[in-house]
């Protein structure tokens, strides 16, 4: 079969390709530019956990360079209105996009299913029935096959172009000045949010690595240009602030100024992010990163989404349940898309000064509220999206007190594979389904004294039957299941089906849901 062509290497098209490789499905990775990624310390991102341990999982034994907040603050005027303090497993990971970037390139470099054609723009696409058919721009002009194609080449992508696919939506929502700067600010390992601070404005400040400090400062949607000076005057007069806030000092702290810019934020989406052997993930989908939504977490988590459904139809045999697998992309992924942007846009006019009811928003969130929110990875403008309705989501049974988290990304405890290797669960994902049985007590004891007792035989030849590659796991807990539960998690860790114990005929029935709904064995 031929490869998957991924246009665009950025974070996500990166991710893409990689997370496909450990499916063992070759891609085509086509890239405009040179395969580099400029260092731009002002341009960073925020993952939540599971997204960053996706990257991390992705770029391979090398540890990104970012920074766990402890602590997100929001402060007004000179008051701390809110403080967020995170356990060491739920802190938001904050990182230089190109970081990310460059690591996860070296990663495709040392791939062996990954061919990396830097310096190839897209100027031709076409479909037909088992197929595309690509045409890039460079040298006399090259021609490429593949099995599908997924543009992750940005807000002007090009696929959603040749695609004729609409992407409507609202332009410059939110404006923000934003530098990158060495200085010793008094909160390592934190982020905050200070609106009114003495001189007026809202600015936030989020840490990286060694001493490093994004600063980002609220604009008018529309406004004039900020020039030089006036950036300047914003870092001196927020860090002499902040020091007079710490304490008697001699005067604001010297800094070393890395970067600059101005960023805005857009709101759009695309009307369809499929169109038949096509695909769009990213910003080419979407468009976002208002009060603290973060697009490139978003995008990770559409490369999560699609690589296995992809891989499940690559390696299959049944076009009409591929077919089926291959609609739910669009149906979780946009969906989630739409909430999240129907959220800013009741959040916007009360954050921004305006009108908005508080009621049209769960709990009825006032405006620092709702920054937090975004920051912090929580509520409709934070927390990652879930796939309750979804149709690969089993239905609920009576007695199960999980069942409320169906389609909601998977606790990450510990768990213990059948050899007896102990790891946190989010280790075991991106490569098959991972059935887990929670088993208390079992902790205790060798896993050669109950992989063969109780239900284990039973589970395990249940799982050796099922339509789709997956893996057995034993869990001492899990948070809202009893004991002797059996859990079903996707590759890209949303729970799928819950069981009040070994039931092999409802276990194989959830799996087919997640092989396109007919049954028919998929196994590589």
């Known amino acids: 079969?031929?490869?998957?062509?991924?246009?665009?290497?950025?974070?996500?098209?990166?991710?893409?390709?990689?997370?496909?490789?450990?499916?063992?499905?070759?891609?085509?990775?086509?890239?405009?530019?040179?395969?580099?990624?400029?260092a731009r310390p002002a341009r960073t991102?925020?993952?939540?956990?599971?997204?960053?341990?996706?990257?991390?999982?992705?770029?391979?034994?090398?540890?990104?360079?970012?920074?766990?907040?402890?602590?997100?603050?929001?402060?007004?005027?000179?008051?701390?209105?809110?403080?967020?303090?995170?356990?060491?497993?739920?802190?938001?990971?904050?990182?230089?996009?190109?970081?990310?970037?460059?690591?996860?390139?070296?990663?495709?470099?040392?791939?062996?299913?990954?061919?990396?054609?830097?310096?190839?723009?897209?100027?031709?696409?076409?479909q037909h029935a088992s197929g595309v058919r690509a045409r890039t721009s460079g040298g006399l002009g090259v021609a490429w096959s593949g099995s599908y194609l997924v543009g992750c080449d940005g807000a002007r992508s090009t696929v959603r172009k040749l695609l004729g696919v609409r992407f409507p939506g609202r332009t410059s929502v939110e404006r923000r000045a934003v530098a990158a700067l060495r200085v010793p600010l008094p909160w390592p390992d934190e982020a905050l949010l200070h609106r009114d601070p003495p001189g007026g404005g809202e600015v936030s400040a989020r840490s990286l690595p060694g001493g490093l400090w994004r600063l980002d400062w609220r604009l008018p949607p529309r406004g004039d240009l900020v020039t030089p000076e006036d950036l300047l005057r914003r870092i001196g007069s927020t860090l002499a602030a902040w020091s007079e806030e710490a304490g008697p000092q001699d005067g604001s702290p010297a800094y070393d100024l890395l970067d600059t810019g101005v960023h805005t934020a857009h709101q759009r989406l695309a009307r369809r992010w499929r169109r038949g052997r096509a695909f769009l993930a990213g910003d080419a989908a979407r468009l976002l990163g208002a009060l603290g939504t973060q697009s490139v977490d978003e995008g990770l988590r559409d490369a999560d989404n699609l690589a296995w459904k992809l891989a499940v139809a690559w390696h299959g045999e049944d076009a009409t349940a591929a077919d089926a697998l291959l609609d739910?992309?669009?149906?979780?992924?946009?969906?989630?898309?739409?909430?999240?942007?129907?959220?800013?846009?009741?959040?916007?006019?009360?954050v921004q000064g305006g009108s908005a009811l508080r009621?049209?928003?769960?709990?009825?969130?006032?405006?620092?509220?709702?920054?937090?929110?975004?920051?912090?990875?929580?509520g409709p403008l934070g927390a990652p999206g879930a796939y309750a309705a979804s149709p690969?989501?089993?239905?609920?049974?009576?007695?199960?007190?999980?069942?409320?988290?169906?389609?909601?990304?998977?606790?990450?405890?510990?768990?213990?594979?059948?050899?007896?290797?102990?790891?946190?669960?989010?280790?075991?994902?991106?490569?098959?389904?991972?059935?887990?049985?929670?088993a208390p007590g079992t902790g205790v004891w060798e896993s050669r004294h109950w992989r063969n007792a109780g239900v284990m035989p039973q589970l395990a030849a249940a799982v050796r039957e099922l339509p789709l590659p997956a893996e057995l796991l034993v869990a001492e807990a899990y948070p809202g299941a009893e004991a002797h539960s059996v859990l079903l998690v996707r590759p890209d860790g949303h729970l799928a089906a819950a069981l009040p114990g070994v039931d092999a005929a409802e276990l194989h029935a959830s799996a087919v849901r997640l092989a396109g709904g007919d049954g028919t064995d998929l196994r590589a």
């Open 359 to 378: 009621s049209l928003l769960p709990g009825g969130r006032g405006p620092l509220g709702l920054l937090t929110d975004g920051h912090a990875g929580r």
């Open 45 to 126: 991102c925020v993952l939540r956990p599971d997204t960053a341990a996706l990257a991390q999982r992705l770029a391979g034994p090398a540890e990104l360079p970012g920074t766990h907040w402890r602590v997100w603050r929001t402060l007004r005027r000179r008051q701390c209105l809110d403080q967020e303090d995170f356990a060491p497993g739920d802190a938001p990971f904050h990182l230089p996009q190109h970081s990310l970037t460059g690591a996860l390139t070296a990663a495709v470099r040392r791939s062996g299913f990954v061919d990396f054609v830097p310096g190839r723009r897209l100027t031709e696409l076409e």
């Open 392 to 438: 690969l989501t089993s239905p609920a049974l009576p007695g199960l007190s999980v069942a409320a988290e169906l389609g909601r990304p998977a606790a990450d405890v510990p768990v213990t594979l059948p050899g007896g290797e102990r790891q946190p669960l989010r280790g075991r994902l991106g490569r098959r389904l991972l059935v887990v049985l929670v």
């Open 328 to 350: 739910t992309y669009e149906s979780e992924r946009r969906g989630v898309s739409v909430a999240r942007l129907r959220a800013l846009d009741q959040a916007l006019p009360l």
């Open 1 to 38: 079969m031929e490869p998957v062509i991924v246009v665009g290497a950025g974070p996500v098209g990166l991710a893409l390709a990689l997370a496909l490789a450990r499916h063992e499905v070759p891609t085509v990775l086509l890239e405009t530019g040179d395969g580099e990624a400029p």
